[in-house]
Each structure stands twice: as structure tokens, then as C-alpha cells.
């Protein structure tokens, strides 16, 4: 697997300061993607044990809120098996931190039904993720003021609570 990127004080893709990796490999192309480079799977760096090794020490602060995973689609069925396995040893190691995942993809249709990969490893992802920012970028629908989604059709899910209830539980935005 490749990655575009690493944020290492992120605080775009989440609450608080976040360490933020974005894959490359994404299927969705949506149109004025603000990260197009990252479609192409062969885009960036190799995801090394040296790189994973590199984000958990970027973690290690205090200061960190969590985790974010963008892409690029993180969900895209070549990307899974890394990724279940890193996200497993994230929350091994800071359960008290948040991981938030970004995906084109939609929550029920797509990832809960298998449609995209594997659906034990699609679970095992889903697991380890407390946030998930769900839906294509739809350029008709953005909206600036949103918190943490870039167009109004996308919706922050509570992952473990919307597991547990089996109906979706939104995250409540911050009134400032």
C-alpha cells in the first residue's frame, strides 16, 4: 500500500491536534477532489513498517487528540489489510485517542454489506474507528461552515454506538 501523506499536527480531519496519514488509491473520483493525486494507487511512498513505527512515536504526545485516515479511500478493498492491521495496533496502543476515517464510500450500503472487500476485514477497520465521515464529496452540496465534511450529503457517524444500536448515531457538531 501507498500514502500520499502524513499530517503530523493535524487539526482539519478531527478534534484537536491529530496525526493525519492519507492512502493513495481511490475509485470514487469525485469531481474537484481536493486530493486528486491521490486516486492513482501507485502515488506516494510505501507504507513501511518504519512509517507505521513513525506515526504510533507521532502519537505518543499528550497534545494528540487521535488519529485521522483520509485518502485517497482508505476503504478501497487493496488498501484494507494494511490498514486493519495498523488501526488493530493504534488502538492497542492509545485506546484513550480518537480515530476519525474519512470514505467515499456510504456506511450502509457499502461498507456493511461487503460490497467493498472483504466484510471481516471491513469490520475489523470499522472496529477501531470511533468517527467516520461518510459519503462522496459533491461539489453542488459544499457548504464551508460544516464541521470536518466538505458538502452536506456526507454525515459523521459514531461508529461503536451505531454498531451497538444497529441505526445511525451522528456525532453532535460543536456550537461556537
Given at each position: ?112 454489506t461487503g460490497k467493498k472487500g472483504n ?58
Open positions: 500500500m501507498n500514502y500520499a501523506t502524513i499530517k503530523w499536527y493535524d487539526i482539519a480531519n478531527g478534534p484537536g491536534v491529530r496525526v493525519s496519514l492519507f492512502v493513495s488509491g481511490c475509485r470514487n473520483h469525485c469531481k474537484n477532489c481536493f486530493n486528486p493525486e491521490t486516486w492513482d494507487f501507485n502515488y506516494g511512498e510505501l507504507f513501511t513498517q518504519e512509517v507505521k513505527d513513525k506515526i504510533i512515536e507521532g502519537l505518543a504526545p499528550s497534545h494528540i487528540k487521535g488519529f485521522s485516515l483520509l485518502g485517497g479511500e482508505p476503504f478501497e478493498p487493496e488498501n484494507q489489510p494494511e490498514l486493519a492491521d495498523f488501526l488493530e495496533r493504534v488502538k492497542r496502543t492509545y485506546p484513550e485517542k480518537t480515530v476519525w476515517c474519512y470514505t467515499g464510500y456510504d456506511f450502509e450500503k457499502d461498507l456493511l466484510i471481516n476485514t471491513v469490520m475489523r477497520m470499522l472496529a477501531c474507528i470511533d468517527v467516520l465521515v461518510d459519503g462522496r464529496f459533491v461539489e453542488e452540496l459544499k457548504n464551508p461552515d460544516l464541521y470536518f465534511r466538505g458538502s452536506s450529503n456526507q454525515r459523521v457517524i459514531l461508529v461503536q454506538p451505531t454498531l451497538e444500536k444497529d441505526e445511525i448515531v451522528l456525532w453532535d457538531e460543536p456550537v461556537y
